[in-house]
């Protein structure tokens, strides 16, 4: 039995309704192969989700000559990212000097991203999507994954799939239901997030800040509509930050940011911000027969740079680009899903290196100190060296490796 409208067989499954997995439905759907999006939510509206889209990412969506309409949906561009000391503003990455199309990083809600992609996949044939619908089981003949089992309004429904592919996040229910173990490290940090109203008469022009102070550190998003912060504190700090009250917080951020002024006093209670426990770490092996994870389900990224979004659309670029043709011609094999983590995962694993670095040296260091956080000596340098600034901002951007839509 299948949900009126929707097939009961697709050449791929995709789990989850996130960049990678949109952005893997359209272009499977542009090379001719049929695909069902199964996303377990209603809608794509989610409290602070990541919305960065840097350079690699945009230049991709221009390759599908998408990018000028998405971008007409950006909050705002951040043309380089400097943190705000006590005594002095450091600047780390100046992705204006960046010799490309797209000397930026574009700030856009993911919820309009989303939406506008699927918009766009659903003038393709061949594409199904299906809002609400919760996968329960992978189903599996002679230890090949061959499809899923999932229930949409009470209702439980089989789909066949030759791919499944698990794009649903770090708390992939594909990856828990292959019973593939997901390595993973516990950063010294966790982040609270909330939303402020933007104080009149502001003068915040950076689309993105970041104020270090004595032992704390925030970041600051101006959306237009509003300001994003994120207050950063060690692991397992919440409860004694909570037992201190919400005026105690009022005054951190004041502290760290004045020219927030009364708008922090919006805040009144506890309820009104989300706690992101960060965590990182990527899975062994990210296939199995039948099936592939991509994006945070195989590899869960820090926030550290704002990348995660970017590593999971070129998985899903490298995942087209290896496994179309042989879907298509019915002969895929785990050596072709093999062929996608060996391309992709050098690149994780390198800006996962690279964010431990930072995590580890700097933020944690940083909101260890009871003192003005004085800068380590490399970000004093970098700060002075404008070649260093445009190769960490083209680092942060690309990666160690960029991938470009192939069978256009």
């Not at 390595?183 to 970041?210: N, R």
């Not at 004085?374 to 004093?380: F, G």
Request: hydrophobic share 40%; charged share 25%; glycine share 8%.
């Amino acid at each position: 039995m299948s949900v009126p409208n929707l097939p009961e067989k697709t050449k791929v499954c995709i789990i989850g309704g996130g960049p990678a997995g949109v952005i893997a439905a359209y272009l499977f759907a542009l090379r001719g192969v049929s695909v069902v999006l199964l996303e377990g939510k209603p809608d794509f509206d989610r409290e602070f989700r990541g919305d960065t889209l840097h350079a690699s990412s945009l230049e991709i969506l221009d390759q599908l000559g998408l990018a000028d309409e998405v971008l007409q949906q950006a909050n705002s561009k951040v043309q380089n990212l400097s943190f705000t000391f006590p005594d002095r503003v450091i600047t780390m990455a100046d992705f204006s000097a960046m010799d490309c199309k797209f000397p930026y990083v574009a700030i856009i809600p993911q919820e309009k991203f989303l939406n506008y992609i699927v918009e766009k996949t659903k003038q393709l044939s061949g594409f199904h999507i299906l809002m609400g619908a919760q996968v329960r089981e992978l189903r599996e003949v002679n230890v090949k994954v061959t499809g899923v089992k999932y229930t949409f309004e009470g209702d439980e429904y089989a789909l066949d799939a030759d791919l499944t592919i698990g794009a649903d996040g770090r708390g992939s229910t594909a990856r828990r239901l292959a019973k593939i173990e997901l390595g993973k490290t516990s950063p010294p940090m966790d982040v609270i997030w909330f939303k402020l109203p933007i104080p009149a008469g502001s003068d915040l022009k950076e689309a993105v800040s970041g104020r270090i102070g004595s032992g704390t550190m925030i970041i600051i998003i101006n959306r237009k509509e509003y300001l994003q912060v994120g207050y950063v504190i060690m692991k397992g700090g919440y409860k004694a930050l909570r037992e201190e009250g919400v005026e105690h917080f009022h005054n951190v951020i004041k502290g760290l940011a004045p020219e927030l002024g009364d708008s922090v006093t919006t805040i009144k209670d506890w309820s009104e911000m989300a706690i992101l426990s960060v965590v990182t770490g990527r899975v062994e092996q990210w296939y199995k027969d039948g099936l592939l994870l991509i994006g945070d389900a195989a590899h869960i990224m820090s926030p550290v740079g704002g990348v995660g979004i970017n590593y999971a659309i070129q998985d899903a670029v490298a995942a087209v680009n290896q496994l179309a043709d042989p879907i298509k011609q019915d002969r895929l094999s785990t050596t072709d899903l093999a062929g996608v983590q060996k391309r992709r995962e050098p690149a994780v694993a390198f800006i996962q290196k690279f964010q431990s670095f930072v995590q580890q040296r700097i933020i944690s260091d940083a909101l260890k100190s009871d003192k003005p956080f004085e800068p380590p000596l490399p970000m004093k340098l970098i700060s002075k060296i404008p070649f260093i600034r445009k190769r960490l901002a083209r680092f942060l951007a690309y990666g160690t490796r960029h991938e470009h839509v192939e069978g256009l």
